[in-house]
């Protein structure tokens, strides 16, 4: 599958942002989706992540209770709605997918990778 990430950009603290990952081919209801995150000379982090049909979703407790990922498998899309966001948020985000859904990821979980898109957060 390939994933093609987009809706990153600049925003103030506290504001919100919605990013998009849409996928190629007709097999997307069989990959379980999931964000990735890195900051300038950080290693790349688990962000969130949603099972197949969107059933079951699980979050770093970072983010938990402002991101929310869901997707459309009528779209072929995954979507992070990123809502009170701060400062520590910034990073280049990307989307990947597999056929195994873990319920808390590691990078070499994910077969299938984005380009990235970049978020960044001012104060």
């Known amino acids: 599958v390939q994933l093609q990430a987009s809706g990153g950009g600049l925003v103030q603290a506290g504001g919100s942002l919605r990013l998009s990952c849409a996928a190629s081919g007709r097999t997307f209801s069989s990959y379980a989706m999931g964000w990735f995150r890195q900051a300038p000379g950080k290693e790349r982090e688990f962000v969130a992540a949603i099972s197949w049909s969107g059933a079951s979703t699980y979050y770093a407790d970072s983010v938990k209770g402002r991101f929310t990922i869901s997707r459309d498998n009528a779209k072929n899309t995954v979507y992070l709605q990123m809502n009170s966001l701060k400062r520590e948020d910034t990073a280049v985000y990307y989307c990947?997918?597999?056929?195994?859904?873990?319920?808390?990821?590691?990078?070499?979980?994910?077969?299938?990778w984005g380009q990235g898109t970049l978020v960044t957060v001012s104060s």
């Open positions: 990947a997918a597999d056929p195994r859904f873990y319920s808390d990821p590691k990078p070499s979980d994910f077969g299938s």
